[in-house]
Nanobody, 126 residues
């Protein structure tokens, strides 16, 4: 079992920055791929960014590439999402997820993640 707790959401204006955190705990938490998904009002949950805990290989959705950076602190078992140049379309509930995924291609597949946090809300105004 892996427990995930997100924090850092809130209200921002377009162009601002926010940093989300996801603290992971539980047996073998360090072996999991971690990712951020988001779900905008009235839309399906979508992949944002993912990172392999073992070697920091990161993948990004096109919608966030070059604006968001995913990284982790092994000493704290915590993953972060640095969000820069925020846009109103980034408004969503952001979910942290963890899964035992062995391919880079699989890192964007929501169904491969077994553990999920409760979500943190991000609202970006224009």
């Amino acid at each position: 079992q892996v427990q995930l707790v997100e924090s850092g959401g809130g209200l921002a204006q377009a162009g601002d920055s926010l940093r989300l955190s996801c603290a992971a705990s539980g047996r073998d938490a360090g072996n999991y791929v971690m990712a951020w998904f988001r779900q905008a009002p009235g839309k399906e949950r979508e992949f944002g960014a993912g990172i392999k805990w073992s070697n920091s290989t990161a993948v990004y959705a096109d919608s966030v590439k070059d604006r968001f950076t995913i990284f982790r602190d092994n000493t704290k078992n915590t993953m972060y999402l640095q969000m820069n140049s925020l846009k109103p379309e980034d408004t969503a509930v952001y979910y942290c997820a963890a899964g035992l995924i062995f391919s880079t291609q699989g890192m964007s597949k929501m169904g491969l993640y077994a553990y999920w946090g409760q979500g943190t809300s991000v609202t970006v105004t224009s």
